[in-house]
């Protein structure tokens, strides 16, 4: 059986994904903060098929936690790092440092954080993914051409999102040769408690077409920032 990880599990476009996994037959390790949430995931789950971590991608204890669930299954073909909150506010007199460094610290350093502990799990795989939840707002190529000027976007959500893009990159460069395929993936615009107005989709159609476009477009030689259905995104 296959197995994956996806962090923020408890609801959005996370649970959309532990859904779809689950209802596959994929073994799926949902990361969630509410020890509530995550034994009512583990109850009403088939036997053997769930395996909850339950922590915070920003504390310090949340590699242990990875590594000891991710023992007990023995590998993990799939990672998503997709636990994430919007930014408060905009323009640059209204954004503190506590919000930019909490933003960083969820979409960057936790997603470092999950992938540290995974990816000698992933190394026993055989065909190792690991997809980062991105976001248009992450495109530089964009943003500087203006496409999303006067939109009221946070500085946090957008820095932070393209620095987690650049994990992707780094990650990219150092596992790629050894078989590891990275996606930075836009799921596009979904309905969800974070989502911005202009959702098209739900999460749960969201979350299929990411499982969708990772089998058919998975490639290790090189990371891709990407969108299901829509394609490639400038960086
Ligand atoms: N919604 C959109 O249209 C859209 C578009 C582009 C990208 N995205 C990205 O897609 C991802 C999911 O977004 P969503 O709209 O589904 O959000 P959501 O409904 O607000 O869910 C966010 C999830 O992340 C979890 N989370 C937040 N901080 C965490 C932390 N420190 N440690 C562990 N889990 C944490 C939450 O857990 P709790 O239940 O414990 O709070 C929740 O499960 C995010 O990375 C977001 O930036 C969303």
């Given amino acids: ?113 999950v992938t540290r502990a995974a990816a000698p799990f992933l190394q026993c795989a055989a065909e190792p993914t690991i997809i980062n939840i991105s976001s248009r707002l992450a495109s530089l190529a964009r943003s500087a051409a203006g496409e999303f000027a006067d939109q009221g976007f946070s500085y946090t959500y957008r820095i932070a999102k393209a620095a987690q893009n650049m994990l992707s990159v780094c990650l990219a460069e150092e596992f790629g040769p050894e078989g590891v395929a990275v996606f930075a993936m836009n799921p596009g615009q979904f309905v969800s408690e974070s989502a911005v107005s202009g959702a098209s989709i739900s999460a749960a159609e969201a979350a299929a077409a990411i499982a969708d476009w990772v089998t058919t477009h998975r490639q290790v030689d090189h990371v891709q920032f990407s969108q299901p259905n829509a394609g490639i995104i400038p960086w």
């Fill in 1 to 113: 059986m296959k197995s994956v990880l996806i962090t923020g599990a408890s609801r959005g476009l996370g649970r959309a994904l532990y859904d779809h996994y689950l209802a596959s037959g994929w073994i799926v390790l949902p990361l969630v903060r509410d020890p509530v949430v995550a034994s009512e995931m583990k109850k009403c789950a088939p036997e053997g098929q769930c395996y909850p971590i339950v922590s915070d991608v920003c504390s310090t204890e949340v590699e242990e936690s990875v590594n000891e669930t991710l023992t007990q299954v023995g590998k993990l073909d799939l990672l998503i790092n997709n636990a994430g909150i919007p930014g408060r506010s905009s323009g640059l007199e209204n954004t503190s440092a506590e919000e930019a460094e909490e933003l960083f610290n969820i979409h960057v350093v936790g997603a470092l954080r």
